[in-house]
C-alpha cells in the first residue's frame, strides 16, 4: 500500500508539474526565467534592470559551500537592431536582490530585450527554479519621463530537491542548450498580446509601443492588428518586424491619429480611446513569403505620453491564449566570472 502511495503521489507531482509548465506567462509572480521586451541605452536613455530571489532558505546542502536558496543568474540581452548577443552572470543570494543600469551591464547595446535565466549555482546549467521576480525602470532624460513595467516571468517548475536543481532543457526538453517556451521546457508565450487602452495621437498625447519575437534576426515576423475605438468600431491593420520594433502606434496605422469615435465620452479635454490586439501570424522571407510553419512568440511594452505634463505610464502588454513560442538561444559564456 505505501509503494502504491508513493506511485499515485510521483504522478500526480508529474502531472502537476506538466499543468504549471503548460500555463501562460506570469505577471507580479516568481518565475525560472524572466523576459525583459524592453531595455533602452540610447542617449538620452537609460533602463534600470531588477531581480529579486524569493528563496530565502540559507541552510547548506550537505558536503557544499551552496545554500538552498542560493542561484546564478544568465542576463542575455539581444540588440535589437543586429540580433547579437551579450551575456552576464551573477550570483544571488538567499533573499537577494540586484539592480543594475542596463547600459553599464551591458556596454555594447543600445536597445533590445533581455532574457534573465536562473542556472545551477554548482553546474552553471539551466535551472527549475520559480523563485525569480523583477522590474525595469526606464528613463528618458531628454524629455524627463520615466515609468517602469514588469518583465513576463516564464514556469520551469519547483525542483523536487532544493540541492540538486532540474535542467528544464535536459530533462524535460530536447537539451539543446536554449529556453524552448513549449509547455514542457517552460511556459508558453501568449497567443495574443494587446494594448488595453491608449489615447489618440493628437495634442498633448503620443505612445510608444515596443514588440519583441523569437523569430530571430533573419526573417520578419508578420503579427496581425485591430486597432478598437471607442464606439466599439475595429480596424484591421497588418505589420512585421525583424527580431524587435519600438515605434509609435501610428507608424503602425494612422488610424491612431483619428479614431473616429466619440471625443466626448472622457470628458475635458476632449480626446479619443482605443485598443488594440496584435496575434503572430507567421514568419517572412524579404519578399514576403512565408518561411515554414512555424508561428514565432510576441511579447511587449507600451508607454502613454502626455508630453505638456512631462507625464509618461508604461507596463506590458497584457495577454490571452496559450501557443508554442519557440526558443531564445543561451549564450555563449564569455563574459562567465
Known amino acids: 500500500m505505501t509503494s502504491m502511495k508513493k506511485v499515485v503521489g510521483a504522478l500526480l507531482a508529474a502531472l502537476l508539474l506538466s499543468a504549471v509548465a503548460s500555463a501562460q506567462p506570469v505577471h507580479l509572480q516568481p518565475g525560472s526565467a524572466l523576459v525583459y521586451p524592453l531595455f533602452d541605452s540610447a542617449p538620452g536613455s537609460g533602463t534600470v534592470i531588477c531581480v529579486t530571489n524569493l528563496n530565502t532558505n540559507t541552510e547548506y546542502c550537505e558536503n557544499s559551500d551552496v545554500r538552498q536558496g542560493d542561484i546564478m543568474l544568465h542576463y542575455i540581452y539581444v540588440d535589437g537592431e543586429t540580433w547579437v548577443e551579450f551575456d552576464r552572470y551573477e550570483f544571488l543570494t538567499p533573499g537577494d536582490t540586484l539592480c543594475v543600469v542596463a547600459d553599464q551591464h551591458n556596454p555594447e547595446g543600445e536597445a533590445g530585450f533581455l532574457l534573465v535565466a536562473a542556472l545551477d549555482p554548482t553546474t552553471q546549467e539551466l535551472a527549475a527554479f520559480d523563485e525569480l521576480i523583477g522590474s525595469a525602470i526606464v528613463v528618458q532624460s531628454d524629455l524627463n519621463f520615466l515609468f517602469s513595467y514588469t518583465p513576463y516571468a516564464f514556469l520551469a517548475g519547483d525542483s523536487s530537491d532544493p540541492c540538486d536543481l532540474d535542467n528544464p532543457d535536459a530533462d524535460n526538453g530536447d537539451d539543446d542548450g536554449a529556453l524552448d517556451f513549449d509547455g514542457s521546457e517552460y511556459s508558453e508565450f501568449p497567443e495574443t498580446v494587446m494594448v488595453d487602452s491608449f489615447f489618440e495621437e493628437t495634442g498633448n498625447f503620443d505612445n510608444q509601443l515596443t514588440l519583441m519575437s523569437t523569430g530571430g534576426g533573419v526573417y520578419a515576423t508578420d503579427i496581425a492588428l485591430l486597432f478598437w ?109
Open 229 to 337: 475605438n471607442n464606439i466599439e468600431v475595429k480596424y484591421s491593420r497588418s505589420f512585421d518586424f525583424v527580431c524587435w520594433w519600438s515605434g509609435r502606434l501610428s507608424d503602425i496605422s494612422l488610424i491612431a491619429q483619428n479614431l473616429q469615435g466619440d471625443r466626448e465620452e472622457l470628458g475635458a479635454p476632449p480626446v479619443e480611446t482605443g485598443w488594440v490586439s496584435i496575434t503572430p501570424r507567421r514568419l517572412t522571407d524579404g519578399a514576403g513569403n512565408p518561411v515554414g510553419e512555424a508561428v514565432p512568440g510576441v511579447l511587449g511594452v507600451f508607454a502613454q505620453f502626455i508630453t505638456s505634463a512631462d507625464f509618461a505610464a508604461g507596463h506590458a502588454l497584457h495577454y490571452t491564449g496559450n501557443m508554442d513560442g519557440l526558443e531564445l538561444l543561451i549564450g555563449d559564456g564569455d563574459h562567465l566570472p
